[in-house]
């Protein structure tokens, strides 16, 4: 059984790779954020994103 705390942690991962921040708003960054790999400004990141759509 997965402990709550893993499961916010992996809810955070999972809304910072689609929304490029943790809380999933850019409303309420963490320091630091969005970080680089994550930036949803990021054109090569949209065009990654597309790519595993088509």
Not at 5 to 15: I, T, V, W
């Amino acid at each position: 059984m997965t402990a709550p705390g893993n499961l916010l942690e992996l809810e955070g991962h999972l809304l910072e790779s689609v929304t490029g921040y943790r809380s999933g708003d850019a409303l309420t960054p963490e320091p630091g954020e969005p970080r680089a790999p994550y930036n949803p400004a990021d054109p090569a990141l949209t065009q990654r994103a597309r790519g595993t759509i088509t």
